[in-house]
């Protein structure tokens, strides 16, 4: 049974960095064929993908969100890492991550997901 737990604060400061962690159990995340997504829905909005990581350890991100996104794995502890720079109040949503599969351009297992609330 594959499942991913995002972990990190609930609360961060504008401006600031927001970093959070998806740890990943079931499956390992060097595995061929399945790319480590990570999605934010923020409240009253629809689902927006932010960027993604590969089996190859190779990132790539939505244009909109590029500059201020980077992700990254921990492979020891099969986790892998989105930080968001310069966060403003409009990064305010619940974050998800997932595990796309990619034969069918389609996520099978998502994390719960996490509220993360920007405000001073």
């Known amino acids: 049974q594959v499942q991913l737990q995002e972990s990190g604060p609930g609360l961060v400061k504008p401006s600031q960095t927001l970093s959070l962690t998806c740890t990943v159990s079931g ?19 629809g689902l927006e993908w932010m960027g993604a990581i590969r089996a190859s ?11 201020r996104t980077s992700i990254s794995r921990d492979t020891s502890k099969n986790q892998f890492t989105l930080q968001l720079s310069s966060v403003t109040p409009e990064d305010t949503a619940v974050y998800y991550c ?7 351009h389609a996520n099978d297992y998502w994390g719960q997901g996490i509220q993360v609330t920007v405000s001073s």
């Open 98 to 104: 997932a595990r796309r599969v990619d034969a069918i």
């Open 57 to 67: 350890g190779y990132s790539y991100y939505s244009p909109s969100l590029k500059s």
């Open 27 to 45: 499956a390992s995340i060097t595995a061929n064929g399945y790319i480590w997504t990570w999605i934010r829905q923020p409240p009253g909005k």
